[in-house]
């Protein structure tokens, strides 16, 4: 536990709790009637309450339209099954960024609707929700349809023998027992929406603001460090909560069910209401993930007179973006490429360690220690890269002009994921095969080569993916330390949408679809490797 207890100490806890303090003293006395004075005022409490009802919409929007597909993924079996399930997945890990761009060119100026019908939904809530669904789709499909897909059938026939109808025999039978899968993934799906930044800075325009804009507006156009001190806090107080529930979910679900093989439970759809329910998934599959993705792609090539690729050109022109960037955009590929693989390295030696740690159950400190690790997860990205600024500035970690404060705060994202990929691999693992090699000589570091290693590569494989695809998209704080002539490719997307122009607006659609391609490249080779099919991601 001591290297990623000192990690996110160095790195999480104390950059957070620098900028808190810097926010909440004066003369170094805690200034705590600042949290009136903020919490008070109408404009907050107008982003606390878009904040709080948003997300609660997003979540019963996306259960609403996702656990039809949860149903389909757990029950049925039909050609391209494991290639739609990878394409579902595809927008979990996309940049929140790319998202916002894909509806941004659905829904906004110039966008598919507005040349079809005329319609404009951008800087509209709509926009804002539909582009969480998208967003979190995958999660209730593979969270609860994972689960789904392993409990025994013959439960519900059972109860059908003895006289229930279908309804009430999935009520009584199916839905008690889905109860903590749907829980723990209607949870998940309020921490993303509750924390959206990307999609919400990008969609919302001036009218629409979650915690996570107005603590990027109060720090790094307001300068005002006490009302974004209190927001950040506010915000790691919900975020707490959230994680608390999704934990409690967890333990429900891996202790109260007896769960089958899901090769058993999977049929071929019969009857005409079957085929209807696996078309109108499909439909919902097409409407609300391909063509979003589709329409992006389309802006990327969409120059006047026709379709080319003059704005992939442009993206390896300094002089064309000289107002925007000291360097081409097409570097900003290198960077983000080399980034995520550090930050990568990095998140996998910390969080594999984490997970080794975790395996020994060590009652109320190792749970604490797991709950530490998820908190990245959901405290404002914005507070964490600004808190890099303002920490990182003296010997022995001046890091201010590095090159490696980037993938550090990449790694702190992707820790999290490395954690929850590895852990019920690890756990797993028969104690009695170590404790063999132990007796056969082996020491601690060789039982683990020759017994963990061999049995936990592929679960290390898919961690590195998954580790690797969300560093390459980290926005909220590598948008304070990434340096101008070393962009990523969110920030350089967001800098090309922040400036007027069809040369700006192209370009950021044709890097959105480069990043869009290399996440989805990732995620289907994950695809291929994984064996772990519970739904835990």
Not at 170 to 189: G, I, S
Request: with cysteine; charged share 15%.
């Amino acid at each position: 536990m001591a290297v990623p207890v000192a990690f996110f100490a160095v790195f999480f806890a104390y950059p957070v709790a620098a900028i808190v303090g810097r926010g909440l003293k004066a003369d170094g006395v805690w200034q705590f009637g600042r949290f009136g004075e903020v919490l008070s005022r109408p404009d907050i409490l107008d982003v606390l309450w878009f904040t709080l009802w948003q997300a609660l919409a997003s979540t019963a929007l996306t259960l609403l339209i996702a656990l039809p597909g949860a149903y389909v993924f757990a029950r049925f079996d039909f050609p391209g099954k494991q290639l739609l399930r990878a394409i579902v997945t595809v927008p979990f890990v996309l940049p929140t960024v790319v998202v916002g761009t894909a509806f941004l060119a659905l829904l906004g100026r110039g966008g598919f609707l507005d040349g079809l019908w005329g319609v404009r939904l951008d800087t509209t809530v709509w926009a804002i929700l539909l582009a969480h669904v998208f967003f979190n789709y995958a999660v209730v499909v593979r969270t609860v349809g994972g689960l789904w897909s392993q409990l025994d059938p013959r439960q519900e026939e059972a109860a059908r023998v003895l006289g229930a109808g279908r309804f009430a025999a999935w009520r009584r039978v199916t839905l008690p027992a889905l109860a903590p899968a749907v829980a723990a993934a209607a949870l998940m799906v309020f921490l993303f929406t509750f924390t959206s930044f990307g999609v919400v800075q990008i969609l919302g325009g001036p009218g629409f603001s979650t915690l996570e804009v107005e603590i990027y507006r109060q720090t790094a156009q307001l300068l005002a460090l006490p009302t974004a001190a209190v927001l950040t806090l506010v915000q790691f107080a919900a975020v707490g909560a959230i994680l608390a529930l999704h934990a409690w979910t967890v333990r429900r679900r891996e202790t109260a069910l007896k769960l089958v093989d899901p090769a058993q439970t999977a049929r071929r759809p019969s009857g005409a209401g079957q085929w209807a329910l696996l078309g109108g998934v499909l439909l919902t599959v097409l409407v609300l993930i391909l063509l979003p993705l589709g329409v992006l792609v389309e802006r990327s090539l969409d120059v006047s007179g026709g379709h080319g690729l003059d704005y992939y050109r442009a993206l390896a022109s300094a002089d064309a973006n000289s107002g925007t960037f000291l360097v081409a955009p097409l570097e900003a590929i290198g960077n983000s490429l080399r980034y995520a693989l550090v930050a990568t390295v990095i998140a996998l030696i910390v969080g594999g360690l984490a997970a080794a740690a975790l395996t020994r159950r060590g009652g109320r400190l190792v749970r604490g220690f797991d709950a530490l690790l998820m908190l990245p997860l959901g405290v404002s990205a914005v507070t964490v890269g600004f808190g890099f600024l303002i920490t990182l500035d003296k010997p022995p970690l001046d890091l201010r002009t590095s090159w490696i404060l980037v993938p550090l705060a990449q790694a702190l994202v992707g820790v999290p994921f490395v954690v929850r990929t590895m852990l019920p691999v690890l756990r797993a693992v028969d104690g009695r095969l170590r404790e063999a090699a132990a007796v056969l000589g082996a020491s601690p570091l060789r039982a683990w080569r020759e017994v963990d290693l061999p049995l936990v590569r592929r679960a290390l494989l898919v961690a590195a993916g998954f580790a690797f695809a969300v560093s390459l998209g980290e926005f909220g704080a590598t948008v304070f330390i990434a340096r101008p002539d070393n962009p990523t490719l969110p920030v350089a997307v967001a800098r090309l949408l922040g400036r007027s122009g069809d040369l700006n607006y192209g370009q950021a659609m044709a890097l959105s679809t480069i990043l869009m391609l290399v996440c989805a490249v990732s995620l289907l080779l994950l695809e291929r490797i994984r064996t772990d099919r519970s739904g835990e991601f």
